[in-house]
């Protein structure tokens, strides 16, 4: 080794240990379900009745999508399922959710869902729930202007 990357060694070593460089603290930790309150498995078994030979997205997932709904400054979780039913979490702080899934009229919708998104459609300043469905029973749905209280499904 040449006395210039020796220097050049030294030098950052100097550096890194006066700049108080330390090595970074974790940035995510893993929360049980008890803990966050989150049950949702979108869990897939597949038969010979459905399966990825006959449907070439059986594996692809529905997604999640993220938004305050209630105007709490929190962000709120709807994860949509494909065999299993879809979920909507209202965040209640410090990562903890709360389901409500059955108040605001999506379990048991039926079909398959394909994707979900969250805007205001209607543009009366509340954020919308979009989820596209398919298969059996798969019409799309949009909830309308959930709030604490009350949700409308059309
Ligand atoms: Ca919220
Ligand atoms: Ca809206």
Same mark, same amino acid.
């Given at each position: 080794?040449?006395?210039?990357?020796?220097?050049?060694?030294?030098?950052?070593?100097?550096?890194?240990?006066?700049?108080?460089?330390?090595?970074?603290?974790?940035?995510?930790?893993?929360?049980?379900?008890?803990?966050?309150?989150?049950?949702?498995?979108?869990?897939?078994?597949?038969?010979?009745?459905?399966?990825?030979? #006959?449907?070439?997205?059986?594996?692809?997932?529905? +997604? =999640?999508?993220?938004? !305050?709904? /209630?105007? @709490? %400054?929190?962000? $709120?979780?709807?994860?949509?399922?494909?065999?299993?039913?879809?979920?909507?979490?209202?965040?209640?702080?410090?990562?903890?959710?709360?389901?409500?899934?059955?108040?605001?009229? #999506?379990?048991?919708?039926?079909?398959?869902?394909? +994707? =979900?998104?969250?805007? !205001?459609? /209607?543009? @009366? %300043?509340?954020? $919308?729930?979009?989820?596209?469905?398919?298969?059996?029973?798969?019409?799309?749905?949009?909830?309308?202007?959930?709030?604490?209280?009350?949700?409308?499904?059309?």
């Amino acid at each position: 080794m040449d006395k210039t990357c020796t220097l050049f060694l030294v030098c950052m070593g100097v550096m890194l240990s006066s700049s108080g460089f330390t090595q970074p603290a974790e940035l995510f930790q893993l929360k049980s379900a008890e803990d966050c309150g989150i049950t949702f498995n979108n869990r897939i078994v597949d038969d010979k009745e459905a399966n990825l030979l #006959i449907y070439d997205g059986f594996y692809a997932g529905a +997604g =999640v999508a993220i938004g !305050d709904l /209630n105007g @709490d %400054g929190l962000q $709120d979780l709807y994860f949509a399922g494909n065999q299993v039913h879809d979920q909507l979490y209202i965040n209640e702080g410090d990562l903890k959710f709360s389901e409500v899934s059955e108040k605001a009229g #999506i379990k048991n919708r039926g079909g398959w869902s394909t +994707g =979900v998104t969250m805007a !205001d459609i /209607n543009n @009366d %300043g509340k954020l $919308d729930i979009y989820v596209c469905k398919s298969l059996i029973g798969g019409i799309p749905y949009l909830v309308v202007g959930y709030t604490k209280t009350s949700i409308t499904n059309s």
